[in-house]
C-alpha cells in the first residue's frame, strides 16, 4: 500500500512510518521540515495546496497526524497555533482529497480522547460517552481543549470526499519508550523518586501500548465498515494514583513523592506546559474495537507497564 502521513515527523507519525515500512509500504511523510528519513518526505505548510497534493492521487490510505503540539502554556498565541494547525490542515487536506481523480479509499484523521468529559462515574465509549465543556468548574484550559476536538472533528466532516471512507481517532496517551514521549517524561519521574499520585490521584488515565496503536491504524484501514468516531484506547484506564503505583513497581521502585494541585500548577508553569494533562479525568473505552473483535496486546497497564520498562532500558543500552 502507498500511505500517506501529513505531520507524521512527530513520534506517532514516526511510530507509524516505521512500522509500515518494516511491512514493506511505501510511506510518504508531508513535513514542514524535509530532513533525512529512512521514507519519503515531502514538504508542506499544511495549510495551502502545493506540490504535495499529487502524493494523495491513487494513495491506499492517508493518515492526518498535523497539528502543534499542546504541551505549552495557554497563551492567545499559543491557542491559535493550536486551532489553527488542525483545522488548516484538516481543511486543506480535504480540499485535496476532493480534486484527486483517484482519491485514498480512507482517510484516518487524527482526533482525541480529551474530548470527552472530566468524570469519575462511568467510562465514555463512542455510543454513551459525554462530550465534554459543560462541566461545573472545569477551568477555561479544559474547555479550550474540548472546543479544539469538535473544531477538528467538525471540519473532517464538513470535508465532501464521497470516494473516501474517514474515521476520527480518539487517541489517549500514546504510550512509547521513545525519548521524549509521554512515558519517556513520567519513568523520569519515577526514576527520581518523583513518581507518586498527581492530585487526588482519582483521575482516571487513558492510555495506549504503542504496539496496539500502530496494530488498530492498520487494522482501520482494512476495515471498509467502520467509519466515524473510533477511541484509541486500552480497555483498562484506571485512576492516576494506580496508574503511577504500576509503574513504579514495573520500574522496581517503591518511593513516589505525591504532588499536590498547587505544586502541579507551580511545576506547570516552569515546564511550560499545563495542568489538564495531569489533573482532567479521561476515562475512555474503546467501544466500537471491542465490539468489532479487536484484540489488544496490552489490554492492562501493569503488563504494559513492564513492557515499556523492558523497551526503554533496550533503547537507552543501545544507545
Known sequence: MKIILP????????????????????????????????????????????????????????????????????????????MESRVDSTRVLGEAIAACARPPRVWLQSSTATIYAHRFDAANDEATGIIGGDEPGAPDTWRFSIDVARAWERTLDEAVVPGTRKVALRSAMVMSPDPGGIFDVLLGLVRRGLGGRSGSGRQYVSWIHHRDFVRAVSWLIGRDDFAGPVNLAAPGPLPNDDFMRALREAWGTRVGLPAAPWMLEVGAVFMRTETELVLKSRRVVPGRLAEAGFEFEFPAWPEAARDLCEGWRRMRAAA
Not at 492517508?62 to 493550536?82: C, P
Open 7 to 82: 505531520g507524521g515527523s512527530g513520534q506517532v507519525g514516526t511510530l507509524l512510518a516505521r512500522a509500515f515500512t518494516r511491512e514493506g509500504h511505501e510511506v510518504v511523510v508531508l513535513s514542514r521540515g524535509a530532513g533525512p528519513a529512512p521514507w519519503r518526505v515531502v514538504p508542506w505548510d499544511a495549510k495551502t495546496p502545493g506540490a504535495w497534493t499529487a502524493e494523495l492521487e491513487g494513495a491506499d490510505a492517508v493518515v492526518n497526524l498535523a497539528g502543534r503540539s499542546v504541551n505549552a502554556r495557554y497563551g492567545a498565541a499559543v491557542r491559535r497555533e493550536i
